[in-house]
């Protein structure tokens, strides 16, 4: 009988395909690894798993029957149960109440019974030694207790197919030993587990087997006896390692002339201060695990997280808000295009204009001419931006900057979900706002984006960051991929937080 | 001792309790015999209405809901009530009919939000319109009456100590309780904090909100019911103050628009507040058209207070990054 | 190309356009003569009473974060209230009534818009609270008693005509231009545009948001207060609260005109056509011999049907 298979799965958002393809088996007590980068399509699989996403095509079969969940509950129903990477906790509900939430505990079916989901909580809590936190609320806890409860959550609802999606980043290392305890005990109960993660060391020491995904596809599925880490990487980017790391430097002494340079400008979440001096013409990249403060940083270079200061082109600037650092010629670029980046409903003319609309000159751009050297594909530019491809509209949404002339541009993740082509393209145009003098700073959880555009740019380096610091400068033919990632994990012997 | 105190300072009740004790001092001053059994009485019965009211709503915005036809239901139960009655309807008869008109609204409420996904501001915007057209239909203008006995007997003391009005609000509180103690409780707080994430844990969360309506459509009707007892005849426009005087109570209150925080006691404090303001007007020998002006303005005042203060607890950044 | 082009941009206006046909027609039937120039001539100024108020909630709406302006009513009635104290009935004092209404309306805006923006209160829980105060400043105002009368003039313009074609029809289709105007051409209401449609981006794109939302509440209080003295030309007295159905009747213009309630997007002609929509339909339920409160009923019930048809959130399930 097939415990669980998942076969041809199919899933897109309007023009953006996040599964072109995907295909798995694994048996009972299996401990899967799913390897992937961005947009590689594994947490929307985990999510169409987990019934809040609805498949386009396919089917999944699980314990020898087709299995559908219409409904997140549906999933549970079957035991089917999924942890959220952003997390599934409500913070105005204290830990014992987000536990129990899926399955509260009745007295006489009509009451909450709170002794019982007391007595829940701390089962689930005791094995991994937070039974001291039940009462308190979410919102209080720290990162890594706020995992380790997503966690316990699941554990409590008794899984019979367990998906866990990237929960051990935020964990403190004797958590993860923990959590490696209990999902070793799952798997000798028969419980198949799926272990989303891009962390090496517990993908070998825990999983039996692993599947790599790249760009919505399944590349290959394989026993962890048969792989080595290299042999990930390679397939996870597709290209082949390299030579060694070198130690970080911050102040360059270079003849030319600095643009920007920041001191002692702090990073809120972590608390530490940055120290940084870009010069004219420089393509910066910002590598690291996710959330290291790559973002954080760039968002408070632009005067979003609070006001900050340091000097650009010799003068001192103050930013005090998002509408000073666009004066002052600053740009920024998010990966999150909906959220952040495209007016959807309105035309592309409006979405170039906005900048130009507002705070800059009183020229109107010269669209045809902006769009065409992009190589947009469009039919007028009165057509909703929303019909663009998703490069297309990146694109649109680059070209209001690039059209005012900024000084800085920084980008956060700006290719995420983003096909080759116009990827290529992007990164064509901000080689060419460099050789005009200004200087580019992009954060990238995507490696090989980072290689391709800093590697053959004479003024560019690759920053790895870590726990809101530089720790790693890399420079000209020591920017790889295999760099990067080394760079970037955690090393072993180390302490970690 | 120290946990307690810390305890009730954070409780989103708090604030407004301060409030009436200041108020109610205040107002010792002006009121003859203010701190006696027959004010709190009398009190009780002309703001019984507005404290149902304001639980009604509560439970709406906890779940990041808002109900704009609660005034409405209001009316329209009340001119229901009286028009039975005044066709020969038994009072208890009349009044049952007056509660499930208040459901069937809500249970329209819950229908087009829950099920039917319409936004919450608009849908009850619309049936709004709904219930005033039908309370205007049924009585174009006040008129009518109800059976003296049960006025009496709605501001009398029951037992000699009992203000009649409590017992309505017990009854609304027993509502309430029927949330709070249940599972259906957490599930409200959870979904007005994040429906997203209350769907993903597997909550029912369109059920829970078809029910959040018909619970208010149901308190509004117990809220006119009270409210006959106190006027004694139908008005078909009565109920027309009472859905912001609601909201306000209830931001006052500390219930957060946002939704999932706050509780039915603050909107009960937050009532008692407004009234007390509203007393105060009164007592103060405004000239009558000053009057709504006043009301007005202290609503308005009120509510800008609430939103200060809840702007310098949270202090939330401009813009946090979307992903760490 | 064009006619596709033009065929998307008209498409809009389809369901106002054929709900005007029809109940032109179900009026005619229903009660002969209802179609007749002159009748028309009365739903087309009713409309464009109706028309004002709708600058404000298309305003609003079009601004986007759940904005709404359940004062407009409550707005509408106090221009008319005053603007009779303050003309007493003379024309000589129009200017002076204009002014002061003008005065109020900013006012009025600039107390709503700084709260919306400042102090984080939501437009619905601020205009709904401001209405009530608005209310209360007109009873205070006027004590209770409306005095004054409407100027000659303003009657003239209510009811009078030049040649076949009403004041008010004309004043409708001048407000439709320079409303499209302001918000196709101005620097504002472009901006406008791209705050209702995505707020945050509109921040990161160095845009003034405060500024743009607070000022479109202004505009908005100056078009209610200076709405509710077209009304009163229209009416010839002033009475309280009688601007108090244009709330909800406004609503439901911009939502047939097609403007969603999300933001970001609609047109002023849109909420002109649903304004005729909606006076069309109250004229016909008169001409039937509908009671107010039935009239008011289905007046809420359309509204209701029209939110199933355009105003539903999207499904948690992706």
């Not at chain 1, 980072?450 to 590697?455: A, D, G, I, Q, S």
């Amino acid at each position: 009988m097939t415990f669980f298979a998942v076969k041809s799965i199919a899933k897109r958002y309007g023009s953006v395909v996040a599964i072109q393809e995907a295909s798995l088996e694994i048996k009972p007590g299996e401990i899967r690894a799913i390897l992937g980068g961005n947009g590689s399509g594994k947490s929307t699989l985990a999510k169409i798993i987990g019934g809040a996403v609805s498949p386009d095509s396919g089917e999944i079969i699980f314990e020898g029957k087709p299995y559908r969940a219409a409904s997140p509950a549906q999933a549970k129903q079957q035991k089917v149960i999924i942890t959220s990477q952003e997390l599934s906790l409500l913070t105005n509900l204290t830990v014992e109440e987000n536990l129990v939430l899926p399955a509260i505990p009745t007295k006489g079916k009509l009451f909450t019974n709170r002794k019982e989901m007391r007595k829940q909580a701390l089962q689930v809590l005791d094995r991994v030694g937070l039974s001291h936190i039940a009462e308190v609320l979410v919102e209080y806890l720290p990162e890594n207790q706020k995992f380790m409860v997503e966690f316990c959550k699941a554990l409590l609802q008794q899984p019979k197919l367990l998906v866990i999606d990237e929960i051990t980043s935020a964990l403190f290392r004797e958590e993860v030993e923990i959590f490696k305890q209990i999902v070793k005990e799952l798997s000798q109960q028969g419980v198949g587990i799926l272990f989303i993660s891009h962390r090496m060391g517990e993908i070998f020491s825990l999983c039996d087997s692993v599947t790599v995904m790249r760009n919505g596809q399944v590349i290959g599925t394989y026993n962890i006896a048969d792989v080595n880490e290299d042999m990930l990487v390679e397939m996870l980017t597709g290209t082949k390692a390299k030579s060694a790391v070198r130690p970080a430097v911050e102040h360059i002494e270079d003849a030319d002339k600095t643009l920007l340079s920041v001191r002692d400008m702090l990073l809120p979440s972590f608390g530490t201060r940055i120290n940084l001096d870009i010069k004219h013409g420089e393509m910066i990249g910002i590598a690291g695990l996710q959330g290291q403060g790559q973002s954080e940083f760039v968002r408070a270079l632009f005067g979003m997280l609070g006001p900050v200061r340091f000097r650009l082109d010799d003068k001192e600037v103050h930013i005090h808000s998002v509408r000073r650092a666009v004066k002052e010629g600053m740009a920024f670029l998010s990966g999150d295009r909906e959220r952040e980046g495209t007016f959807s409903i309105r035309s592309i003319s409006e979405n170039l204009e906005a900048v130009n609309t507002s705070a800059l000159s009183r020229k109107p751009l010269n669209q045809k001419e902006l769009l065409d050297s992009y190589g947009v594909k469009f039919d007028n530019v009165k057509q909703p931006i929303r019909t663009l491809s998703g490069g297309n509209q990146q694109k649109v949404v680059i070209a209001r900057w690039t059209g005012v002339k900024p000084k800085v541009l920084l980008a956060d993740d700006p290719t995420k979900g983003i096909d080759v082509q116009a990827r290529r393209d992007v990164h064509a145009i901000f080689s060419d706002l460099t050789a005009s003098g200004s200087a580019v700073i992009i954060v990238s959880s995507d490696d090989e984006e980072l290689v391709n555009l800093t590697k053959n740019h004479p003024n560019s380096r690759v920053l790895v960051m870590y726990g809101g610091q530089f720790v790693h400068t890399l420079r000209g033919d020591d920017i790889t991929v295999h760099n990067i990632i080394s760079a970037s994990l955690p090393r072993e012997g180390v302490e970690s937080k | 001792m120290n946990r307690t105190l810390n305890k009730m300072t954070n409780w989103t009740s708090f604030p407004s309790l301060v409030l009436i004790i200041v108020l109610a001092i205040v107002n010792s001053f002006f009121v003859h015999k203010f701190f006696s059994l027959n004010y709190a009485s009398s009190f009780l019965t002309s703001y019984t209405p507005l404290i149902i009211c304001a639980m009604a709503q509560t439970i709406v915005l906890l779940g990041r809901g808002i109900d704009l036809s609660i005034g409405s239901v209001v009316s329209l139960v009340n001119v229901t009530v009286v028009t039975l009655v005044g066709m020969g309807w038994s009072l208890p008869l009349a009044m049952l009919v007056g509660v499930l008109t208040g459901m069937a609204v809500g249970i329209l409420n819950g229908f087009v939000i829950g099920i039917l996904r319409v936004t919450p501001l608009l849908a009850t915007l619309a049936t709004s319109s709904i219930a005033a057209g039908a309370a205007l239909w049924i009585m174009p203008y006040p008129g009518g009456s109800v059976s003296i006995d049960y006025v009496l007997w709605y501001q009398s003391l029951i037992f000699g100590f009992i203000p009649a009005p409590l017992i309505f609000i017990v009854v609304a509180l027993l509502i309430w309780f029927l949330w709070r103690y249940t599972p259906a409780g957490l599930q409200l707080y959870a979904m007005g904090k994040d429906i997203h994430k209350t769907y993903v844990s597997g909550v029912p969360v369109h059920r829970t909100q078809f029910f959040i309506y018909m619970t208010s459509g149901i308190l509004s009707g117990i809220a006119a019911i009270a409210l006959t007892g106190n006027t004694g005849a139908g008005d078909p426009l009565i109920g027309e103050s009472y859905t912001l005087h609601a909201v306000a109570a209830s931001v006052i209150g500390g219930v957060s628009l946002m939704g999932g925080s706050g509780d039915t006691y603050g909107s009960i404090f937050g009532s008692i507040f407004l009234g007390l303001a509203f007393q105060l007007v009164f007592v103060l020998h405004f000239p009558s058209y000053y009057q709504d002006l006043a009301s007005g303005v202290i609503v308005l005042v009120g509510i800008i207070g609430a939103s200060l203060m809840k702007l310098r607890s949270s202090r939330p950044r401009i813009m946090s990054t979307s992903s760490r | 190309m064009f006619f596709s082009n033009l065929r998307k941009r008209i498409g809009i206006y389809i369901p106002s356009l054929s709900a005007i046909v029809l109940l032109l027609i179900l009026g005619q039937i229903l009660s002969p003569g209802f179609a007749s120039p002159s009748n028309i001539g009365n739903i087309m100024a009713m409309a464009t009473v109706l028309a004002m108020a709708a600058i404000a909630q298309t305003l609003i709406v079009i601004s986007g974060n759940e904005g709404i302006d359940l004062s407009i009513g409550a707005v509408m009635s106090m221009g008319a209230l005053l603007g009779a104290v303050f003309s007493q009935g003379m024309n000589e004092n129009i200017w002076y009534a204009v002014l002061m209404l003008t005065v109020l309306g900013i006012i009025i805006g600039l107390i709503n818009g700084v709260a919306i923006q400042y102090i984080k209160i939501p437009p619905l829980v601020m205009t709904l609270s401001m209405a009530s105060v608005v209310n209360g400043f007109s009873l205070a105002y006027t004590k209770g008693l409306p005095t004054g009368s409407a100027p000659e003039w303003l009657v003239q313009l209510g009811i009078g005509h030049v040649g076949p074609i009403r004041w008010l029809l004309i004043l409708g289709i001048v407000l439709v231009l320079i409303m499209e105007l302001i918000l196709r051409k101005t620097r504002y209401g472009r901006t406008l545009y791209l705050v209702g449609s995505n707020r945050r981006a509109a921040i990161l794109s160095g845009i003034n948001v405060n500024l743009n939302v607070i000022l479109t509440y202004v505009i908005a209080g100056v078009a209610g207060s200076l709405g509710g003295l077209i009304m009163l030309g229209y009416v010839g007295v002033a009475q309280l609260e009688m601007g108090a159905d244009y709330t909800m009747l406004s609503v439901a213009a911009v939502v047939i005109g097609g403007t969603l309630l999300s933001g970001g997007s609609g047109t002023y002609l849109g909420s002109a056509l649903g304004s005729i929509v909606l006076i069309l339909l109250t004229s016909v339920l008169i001409a039937v011999g509908m009671p107010a409160g039935i009239r008011v009923l289905i007046q809420g019930l359309i509204l209701l049907l029209i939110l199933l048809a355009y105003s539903r959130e999207p499904k948690l399930r992706q």
